[in-house]
């Protein structure tokens, strides 16, 4: 068993978490069980969580926040934490992706992470057999609150159909998956088109790739192997990946089309029909 004593607080963004967390706590004067009882969970968590065993989550930085009036310092140190859980490679992609103004992604294997339920995202993630499911998975969702902003990014996805048909999962997540991606229907940030088999060829079939604009730094391009990611800002690059995206949403279905689209699959292959509430533009 590790001793919180010897954890370097310095050593990451979890180590701290969890030599701040005992610090915290004992300057209050209550042992674990006692916190736990507070925060509605075992003693075991938090001891588990001081001592860097478990990854904690949002919900329980926020209670221990309330519970030890620290003003919101686990709220603010939870984000941190949970980037630090994903791929060392995929770090500043996330970085960059959570400072973007504008973003638009092709995606020819699976949903856009950021539209993931987490059902969805768990199926996913396990097929690379991680020895911390949970701790990938809670950092997954963890990016997606970018989405909460005042002013989120705005953000264009193309799913190629194919997407639509993998029941990754299985179907009911699959349904309730898409049935996520209809909540963005008429949505005025994130908009959602789907590219039809019926396009045959065309402008990305060698993959999926990502592009970000900033307010302040160059624009990106993202693209994903089996083992690694790698962005650029080369112009040439750029300005190829813009090209090719042009022709992708020019192919694409518009965004009510795909809509029904997703409906229609979800009512064929997946056994129910979900119609899309109505929603006020954000």
């Known amino acids: 068993m590790a001793n919180i004593q010897s954890l370097d607080p310095t050593a990451s963004p979890l180590d701290y978490y969890g030599w701040e967390l005992r610090r915290q706590r004992e300057a209050h004067g209550l042992k674990q069980g006692q916190l736990g009882d507070i925060i509605f969970c075992t003693g075991s968590l938090v001891g588990q969580i001081e001592t860097t065993k478990k990854v904690p989550t949002r919900d329980f930085s926020e209670r221990v926040d309330a519970a030890l009036g620290t003003d919101g310092l686990f709220s603010r140190l939870i984000g941190l934490v949970l980037r630090s859980q994903l791929p060392a490679w995929f770090q500043p992609y996330a970085e960059m992706e959570a400072k973007a103004a504008y973003i638009s992604t092709y995606q020819a294997q699976l949903v856009y992470g950021l539209l993931q339920t987490e059902e ?76 039809p088999n019926e396009a045959g060829e065309h402008a990305s079939l060698a993959g999926s790739f990502t592009a970000m604009r900033f307010d302040d730094d160059p624009d990106m391009i993202y693209t994903e192997d089996v083992i690694s990611g790698h962005m650029t800002a080369n112009p040439e690059t750029i300005r190829e990946a813009a090209l090719r995206y042009a022709r992708l949403q020019a192919a694409a279905l518009s965004v009510e089309d795909s809509a029904e689209l997703i409906i229609r699959v979800m009512e064929e292959r997946y056994g129910d029909c979900f119609q899309p509430e109505e929603h006020p533009v954000a």
Do not use: N, S
Request: zero cysteines; charged letters at 30%; glycine letters at 6%.
């Open 120 to 195: 969805y995202a768990r199926a996913v993630l396990a097929t690379g057999m991680p020895d911390d499911l949970e701790g990938l998975l809670a950092a997954r969702m963890e990016r997606q609150r970018i989405l909460e902003r005042e002013r989120p990014p705005l953000a264009w996805v193309v799913l190629d159909e194919a997407v639509l048909h993998r029941p990754v999962g299985g179907h009911e997540v699959m349904r309730r998956q898409l049935a996520r991606l209809l909540e963005f229907a008429g949505h005025r940030w994130m908009h959602v088109q789907v590219l």
